[in-house]
């Protein structure tokens, strides 16, 4: 099936923490494509890759970076599709610099910001879920399917002793 989700970051470094919206797609059946496309090292793919996501049929963007982390905010520069935005963990400032990079647009281009790190990744996952589960009725349903499993495991083990 032809990738609903764009899945972006500005470094082969970020996968480690991008990964994991990748396996929450995975779980959920989402169709998506990983890229690397840096704001600042590929500026005209990244600027390519926005402007053609709509008419490839991309319908949401996440985008992951870190440090001076222009990706995702560049990225909504050039499309109307809703980006996403995960701020990776950067070494120098523990990825508050991405986290205060990506969430702080200028009103006019909005970018859905998430938490720094793997809870940023798999809930920009959980939420485009959310967003394509609108009108891809079999996502939502696997997305409720989740959200029970999720609850069902925590009400099955309330004792935090237990191994
Ligand atoms: C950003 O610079 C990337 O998103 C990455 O988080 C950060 C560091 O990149 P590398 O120097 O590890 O390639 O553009």
């Known amino acids: 099936m032809a990738p609903l989700v764009?899945?972006?970051?500005?470094?082969?470094?970020?996968?480690?923490?991008?990964?994991?919206?990748?396996?929450?797609?995975?779980?959920?059946g989402i169709p998506y494509e990983v890229r690397v496309v840096s704001?600042?090292?590929?500026?005209?793919?990244?600027?390519?890759?926005?402007?053609?996501a709509e008419e490839r049929g991309i319908q949401v963007i996440i985008a992951g970076a870190g440090g001076a982390a222009h990706l995702p905010g560049m990225t909504a520069a050039h499309t109307a599709l809703p980006v996403l935005?995960?701020?990776?963990e950067s070494r120098a400032l523990g990825g508050l610099d991405s986290l205060l990079s990506i969430v702080q647009m200028p009103a006019g281009v909005p970018v859905g910001t998430l938490a720094i790190g793997k809870a940023g990744a798999v809930n920009a996952a959980l939420l485009a879920a959310s967003i394509l589960g609108l009108k891809h009725p079999e996502i939502l349903k696997r997305l409720k399917a989740y959200r029970k499993a999720q609850t069902e495991a925590?009400?099955?083990?309330?004792?935090?002793?237990e191994e």
Do not use: F, N, Q
Not at 39 to 46: E, F, G, N, Y
Not at 85 to 88: D, E, K, L, R, S
């Open 85 to 88: 935005g995960v701020p990776v």
């Open 6 to 28: 764009g899945l972006i970051m500005g470094s082969r470094s970020d996968w480690e923490t991008m990964r994991h919206a990748a396996e929450t797609l995975e779980a959920l």
């Open 154 to 161: 925590v009400l099955a083990h309330p004792d935090p002793r």
């Open 39 to 52: 704001a600042h090292r590929t500026p005209d793919l990244m600027a390519e890759y926005a402007k053609t």
